[in-house]
């Protein structure tokens, strides 16, 4: 399983790991401060070694990383890694100011509830459920 040092320091922007899987094009980390899809928070993307990580996905306790053709890692091969910080930055940014209108939705709307989220580099969104309209509220 690999240690995902993203949660100790989410600034942390290049890291010195091994290879612990190679599959085809797919690659397993001992470490990543690579961010997967979760939560509907886009994951990170970056450079692993000499090629192109586009994705970053979850399947069980691993983190998967398909690489470009011919990247050439095999396991237990030293690799750099290094994040794309500016979509990482963009990505916590409005993950932090989604984070606040849900609890501004939730602070001033009863029995609301968040159904889902969607955070990419460029927009979020939250999916709320809520038996009223918002438009008809009044305040006294």
């Not at 922007?13 to 899809?37: D, M, P, R, S, Y």
Request: with cysteine; glycine share 8%.
């Amino acid at each position: 399983m690999v240690k995902r040092i993203f949660w100790d320091d989410p600034y942390l922007t290049q890291l010195e790991t091994h290879a612990t899987g190679v599959k085809g094009n797919e690659v397993t980390l001992e470490q990543t401060i690579f961010f997967a899809f979760s939560g509907g928070q886009g994951s990170d993307t970056g450079i692993i070694g000499n090629c192109s990580a586009l994705e970053t996905r979850t399947e069980g306790k691993e983190i998967i990383y398909p690489l470009e053709q011919g990247h050439e890692l095999k396991k237990e091969d030293p690799v750099s890694i290094r994040i794309d910080w500016e979509r990482r930055c963009r990505l916590m940014r409005l993950h932090f100011v989604a984070e606040i209108v849900l609890e501004l939705m939730y602070w001033n709307f009863e029995s609301i509830r968040k159904i889902g989220a969607h955070i990419a580099e460029d927009k979020a969104k939250i999916d709320m459920e809520w038996g009223r309209y918002i438009k008809h509220i009044t305040r006294h």
